[in-house]
């Protein structure tokens, strides 16, 4: 089991819980996934990245889950803290979780690992438009403003944490077509209710939701 550091930048309630559960898995030690199975060039990978919204019933296994977590906002350099996706003046706001029919993990990029948040299926309430439920993984990205204060007013730190969470969906896109997953960015989300089905603090404005899947 990998060391938990300290989560100074999350609230209370989260860090007790990160704490308290046991990662659901975990990357290699430095957090970085080891040789992956053959795969496409990012010129091939662009060549085939679509919008995918219609998903077959099989699931997406934890290892691949949580390399895809590792892409979207996954540590590539240890040394410095630093993630596969850039970010505001390297804010590094994002809180990436993932619904499954299973409940709700929040990915930890410095333990690279993914702990439980919630039991309870949550992925028919992130969005009014029902294509998003019927994928198996459901990624959630959430912005901590506080980490986008420098940006200015409410609206220009939202702005930010839009284009943020916006380049990591493109790391999963990329990451779909790389291993024949079908995916979709989805702005047309329910923002309340996933702030309510989160326990979301003020601080915490969820941006995107982007379904992920094997396409039917
Ligand atoms: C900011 C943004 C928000 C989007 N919101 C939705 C959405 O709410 N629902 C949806 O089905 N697709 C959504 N999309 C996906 C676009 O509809 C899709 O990228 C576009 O139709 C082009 O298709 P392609 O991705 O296959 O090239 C969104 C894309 C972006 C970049």
Same mark, same amino acid.
């Given at each position: *089991?990998?060391?938990?550091?300290? $989560? ?13 559960? +046991?990662?659901?898995? $975990? =990357? ?31 699931? #997406? ?41 299973? +409940? ?8 690279? $690992? ?47 944490? *839009?284009?943020?969470?916006? *380049? ?5 896109? =990329? ?9 979709? =960015?989805? +702005?047309? #989300? ?7 089905? =989160? ?18």
């Amino acid at each position: *089991m990998l060391q938990i550091p300290p $989560a100074n930048n999350l609230p209370l309630s989260r860090r007790s819980l990160l704490l308290t559960a +046991g990662p659901i898995f $975990a =990357l290699s030690a430095k957090g970085i996934p080891a040789a992956t199975p053959p795969e496409l060039t990012v010129t091939e990978a662009l060549r085939q990245r679509r919008s995918v919204r219609a998903f077959s019933d099989r699931k #997406i296994d934890p290892a691949l889950l949580a390399e895809l977590l590792w892409a979207v906002f996954g540590i590539n350099r240890p040394k410095e803290g630093l993630h596969t996706v850039p970010s505001w003046r390297g804010a590094a706001d994002l809180i990436v979780h993932a619904a499954t029919e299973d +409940g709700v993990v929040v990915f930890e990029p410095d333990a690279a $690992a993914a702990r439980v948040w919630k039991a309870e299926d949550i992925r028919a309430q992130l969005s009014p438009q029902p294509f998003v439920a019927t994928a198996p993984v459901c990624l959630i990205f959430v912005s901590d403003l506080r980490r986008l204060k420098a940006a200015g007013p409410a609206d220009q730190q939202q702005l930010y944490a *839009m284009v943020d969470a916006a *380049m990591a969906s493109q790391n999963a896109y =990329l990451f779909a077509a790389a291993r024949g997953l079908g995916t979709c =960015l989805v +702005g047309g #989300i329910s923002r309340e209710a996933i702030a309510g089905a =989160l326990g979301l603090a003020r601080h915490e404005f969820a941006t995107f939701v982007q379904p992920i899947g094997w396409p039917a």
